[in-house]
């Protein structure tokens, strides 16, 4: 019996060793995931289910920038969503006839803009705007994660959570007073 468990222990080891690294190959860090620098929503919240099935890793692989839909105008806090007319760049003709595209032309048809359900939010009240930490040269990936892997966004960061805000601040020696992000105490 001894000399049977020595003669198959090791090739199951081998094999558990071998399924081991197939199964964390996929998740050796490409650049983006490298650069989140906030910890993951321990919530795991699925991706919403959006009115269009956009995947963010079809259309940054073909090398579209995030600025190319997501602008910061100023004056404004919000980084945006494309307007239906830059899809329509492309989608006028890239795979016009595939129910997805027949539903983006109808949307921008109607000049209504595609009611794309919110992924990340802060409570109202809570002071926030994207230009001054693009302005203080933090990227998109710290925050919102590996964006270019993503068939469908899902609150993947805990980046919209109080004690996240403060210790990144912290970290940068940006301002940690509750007036920061709050409007109270006066
Ligand atoms: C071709 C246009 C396009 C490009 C390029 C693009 N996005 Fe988006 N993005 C969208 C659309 C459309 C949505 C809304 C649907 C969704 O959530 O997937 C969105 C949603 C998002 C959201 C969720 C916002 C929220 O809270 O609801 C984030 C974060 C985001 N994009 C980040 C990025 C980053 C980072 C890049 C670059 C790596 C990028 N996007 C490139 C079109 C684009
Ligand atoms: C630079 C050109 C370009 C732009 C701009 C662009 N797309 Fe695409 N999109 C593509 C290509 C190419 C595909 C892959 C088409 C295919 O596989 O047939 C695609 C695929 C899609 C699909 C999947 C279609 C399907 O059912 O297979 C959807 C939905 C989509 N895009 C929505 C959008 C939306 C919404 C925007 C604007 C926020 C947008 N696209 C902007 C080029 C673009
Ligand atoms: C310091 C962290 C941080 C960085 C860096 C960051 N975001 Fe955000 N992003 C957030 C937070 C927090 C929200 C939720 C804001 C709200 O509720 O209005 C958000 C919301 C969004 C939204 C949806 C609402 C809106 O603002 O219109 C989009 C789109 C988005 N981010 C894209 C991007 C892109 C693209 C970049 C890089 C150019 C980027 N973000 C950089 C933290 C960040
Ligand atoms: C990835 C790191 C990071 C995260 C996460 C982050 N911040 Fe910041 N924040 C900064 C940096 C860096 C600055 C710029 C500091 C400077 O310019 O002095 C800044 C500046 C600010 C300012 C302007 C402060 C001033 O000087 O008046 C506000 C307001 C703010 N952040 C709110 C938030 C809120 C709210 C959250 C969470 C929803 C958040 N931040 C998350 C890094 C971060
Ligand atoms: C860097 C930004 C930041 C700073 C500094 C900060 N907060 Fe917050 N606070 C937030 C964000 C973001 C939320 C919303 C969190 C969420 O939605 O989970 C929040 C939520 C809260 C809430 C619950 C909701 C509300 O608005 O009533 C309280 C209470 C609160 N903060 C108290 C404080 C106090 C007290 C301080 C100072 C010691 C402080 N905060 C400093 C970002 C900040």
């Known amino acids: 019996m001894k000399k ?9 080891a081998v094999a558990l060793l ?3 690294f197939h199964v964390a190959a996929p998740q050796a860090a490409p650049p983006q995931a ?5 910890p993951d929503n321990p919530l795991k919240s699925a991706a919403p289910t959006q009115p269009l099935p956009y995947s963010h890793k079809t259309h940054v692989a073909m090398g579209l920038q995030c600025q190319f839909c997501h602008t910061n105008p100023d004056p404004g806090r919000l980084m ?3 307007a239906t007319s830059t899809c329509m760049k492309c989608h006028a003709t890239v795979g016009k006839n595939k129910p997805a595209i027949r539903k983006l032309a109808e949307f921008a048809k109607s000049a209504k803009p ?3 359900v919110r992924v990340y939010s802060v409570l109202p009240g809570v002071s926030w705007s994207h230009r001054q930490h693009l302005g203080a040269g933090m990227k998109c990936e710290m925050c919102h994660g590996a964006v270019s892997e993503m068939e469908a966004m899902a609150e993947v960061t805990s980046v919209t959570t109080m004690g996240v805000c403060i210790a ?6 940006a301002k940690t007073a ?9």
Do not use: G
């Open 34 to 38: 490298a650069m989140q620098r906030v």
């Open 168 to 173: 990144c601040h912290q970290q940068h020696n």
């Open 114 to 116: 595609i009611p794309w």
């Open 18 to 20: 071998l399924l081991a």
């Open 80 to 82: 945006m969503f494309a």
């Open 178 to 186: 509750c007036v920061t992000c709050h409007a109270w105490p006066r």
């Open 4 to 12: 049977q468990s020595v003669m198959f222990v090791p090739p199951l």
